[in-house]
């Protein structure tokens, strides 16, 4: 069984900064991408970002340039910087992770049950 979990959401000003944390934990051979989704109520989960194991990113428009992801493969841990917020920032962020559960196996995603952010104007 392989869990993730997300925490350092939370509420704060516009311009401020959080940082998300997520770990993955459980029967895990080896993990591939590693990435950040969110979701406000009645849209879409949008990407925000991710990360390959070998460090390549990619970030959805609306946050490049504010966030950052990063990665320590050896904590099985991702990270997202984010700076700069502002309300339209304000949604559920979710950690997502391809991985295989052993050396036979092919790659399967998982999800976080989410962090709630919220940045107030």
């Known amino acids: 069984q392989v869990q993730l979990v997300e925490s350092g959401g939370g509420l704060v000003q516009a311009g401020g900064s959080l940082r998300l944390s997520c770990v993955a934990s459980?029967?895990?051979?080896?993990?591939?991408?590693m990435g950040w989704y969110r979701q406000d109520p009645g849209k879409q989960r949008e990407l925000v970002a991710a990360?390959?194991?070998?460090?390549?990113?990619n970030y959805g428009d609306a946050v490049k340039g504010r966030f950052t992801i990063s990665r320590d493969n050896a904590k099985n841990t991702v990270y997202l910087q984010m700076n700069s917020l502002n309300p339209e920032d304000t949604a559920v962020y979710y950690c997502?992770?391809?991985?295989?559960?052993?050396?036979?196996?092919?790659?399967?995603?998982?999800w976080g049950r989410g962090t709630q952010v919220t940045v107030s104007s």
């Open positions: 459980g029967k895990i051979f080896s993990i591939n991408a």
């Open positions: 990360i390959t194991s070998g460090g390549s990113t």
């Open positions: 997502n992770a391809a991985l295989r559960g052993s050396w036979y196996s092919g790659d399967r995603t998982y």
